[in-house]
Nanobody
Framework: QVQLVESGGGLVQPGGSLRLSCVAS????????MSWYRQAPGKERELVAS???????????NYADSSKGRFTISRDNAKNTVYLQMNSLKPEDTAVYYC????????????WGQGTQVTVSS
């Protein structure tokens, strides 16, 4: 069973921090581009950050402009888990955060988690 399970969301005050986790099962995240997306009420789902590797040695990370300098995406291959460290949280960060896995080879595949709610409010 292929599965992505997010956790770590919750209620936090502006300026606070949260670390989201995405545990994958049924596949190895090393072979996939892993991303965090978020969707706020009334808005489209948007990319937050992504992480990938080439040749099993080089790691690439990409961030949305709204995430740069505040969020950090990382992975623990031994635990088959991707993380999103979120610092200096703002009310506009409030959204459901989703974990995504995608690859093109050896055959295309795409998986989504169920999401975890992040609410930034005083």
């Amino acid at each position: 069973q292929v599965q992505l399970v997010e956790s770590g969301g919750g209620l936090v005050q502006p300026g606070g921090s949260l670390r989201l986790s995405c545990v994958a099962s049924g596949f190895t995240i090393r072979s996939y581009v892993m991303s965090w997306y978020r969707q706020a009420p009334g808005k489209e789902r948007e990319l937050v950050a992504s992480i990938s590797s080439v040749g099993g040695s080089t790691t690439y990370t990409n961030y949305a402009d709204s995430s740069k300098g505040r969020f950090t995406i990382s992975r623990d291959n031994a635990k088959n888990t991707v993380y999103l460290q979120m610092n200096s949280l703002k009310p506009e960060d409030t959204a459901v955060y989703y974990c995504k896995a995608v690859r093109d080879v050896p055959w295309p595949a795409e998986y989504w988690g169920q999401g975890t709610q992040v609410t930034v409010s005083s």
